[in-house]
């Protein structure tokens, strides 16, 4: 019998298993929400994994979250797959998802797949994401599945092309495009997607979407008629500068704790506080006297380091 993968082992506490397919369809059904965050290394999956939230994203967002991109656009592939194998070696127990970056996927159905084998075999990554819900899109995402590889479809405000769509604001608000996004939500569910992410909708257009949807929604901005919320690591931690979008809630305000640790340290070297004595590693005396006995009491101040 084959060892088990490495990101497979069973975590310590038994009642946590891995998060699977089947046990996120349960949810579903159950009516229990689902829980989904970004990741983009290993300390923050393992504040997800300890946290226990279900599905674990690598966005493409890292880019500007991590990166310090502009957009999403700029970040490669093999840039991603750094921070998705990072995430993995920090995650136990959510099902872990590749957002596949802008032109690694649209060119063609093999192009497609084989960026997606790579989310799967070189960082262990256990589905992919991918943005729209037209023609290109859903054909790719047809062609993954089909190849044996889960697809998270992505509808509504899709960051990849937000130029295209007037730019980082709320879509489906006018019927045309309401109806717009409820078909290519539909147009996804239909070529496979295991499920859909639905971002910067009007709440009541969810709420008319969710009854032709068989497959988890996972909602970011979309009211809270999805079968569970994603947000963004930076965002829901304060890791970033400025608010955000509107549908961010803050849980923290970590950068400004960050910023104002490094200066206390800051403040502390420049004045000699630190370090201090119990900062400093011990020799003893006889050692000390050798020592000296070799180099002299000031000898060695011009001797390599």
């Known amino acids: 019998m084959s060892a088990m993968p490495a990101h497979m082992q069973l975590p310590q506490d038994a009642s946590r298993l891995p998060v699977t397919l089947p046990s996120l369809l349960e949810k579903q059904r159950l009516g229990e929400p689902i829980v989904m965050v970004t990741a983009y290394d290993y300390p923050s999956a393992r504040a997800a994994d300890r946290a226990g939230v279900d599905l674990v994203l690598v966005g493409d967002s890292g880019a500007m979250t991590v990166l310090g991109y502009e957009s999403t656009v700029a970040v490669t592939l093999d840039e991603l797959l750094v921070l998705a194998r990072a995430t993995r070696r ?24 084989q ?3 790579r989310f799967v075999k070189e ?12 023609e290109t899109s859903v054909t790719r995402a047809r062609a993954i ?18 130029t295209a769509l007037g730019g980082y604001k709320a879509q489906g608000k006018s019927a045309g495009d309401a109806v717009k996004i409820a078909r290519e939500a539909i147009a996804l569910q239909e070529a496979g997607c295991f499920s859909i992410v639905f971002e910067a909708i009007p709440s009541a257009v969810t709420e008319a979407i969710m009854p032709r949807m068989e497959i988890p ?6 009211g ?13 931690l304060g890791i970033r500068e400025g608010r955000g979008a509107k549908f961010v809630q803050r849980y923290g305000d970590l950068l400004d704790e960050m910023a104002a640790g490094v200066a206390a ?3 502390d070297v420049r004045t000699h506080r630190y370090p201090g004595p119990e900062h400093g590693y011990a020799i003893e005396v006889s050692e000390l006297a050798e020592f000296r006995a070799v180099f002299g009491d000031t000898g060695v101040e011009g001797a390599p380091v």
């Open 90 to 113: 920090g995650l136990q127990t959510p099902f872990l998802v590749g957002d596949l970056p802008f032109g690694s996927y649209e060119v063609s159905d093999e192009q497609a797949v």
């Open 115 to 117: 960026t997606a084998f």
């Open 123 to 134: 960082a262990g990554c256990d589905a992919v994401k991918l943005e729209g819900g037209g």
């Open 145 to 162: 599945v089909k190849a044996g590889i889960p697809v998270m479809g992505h509808v509504g405000l899709t960051p990849q092309t937000a």
């Open 217 to 222: 929604v996972i909602g970011i901005g979309a």
């Open 224 to 236: 809270p008629a999805t079968d569970g919320q994603v947000l963004v690591f930076h965002d829901l």
């Open 265 to 267: 340290y800051a403040d």
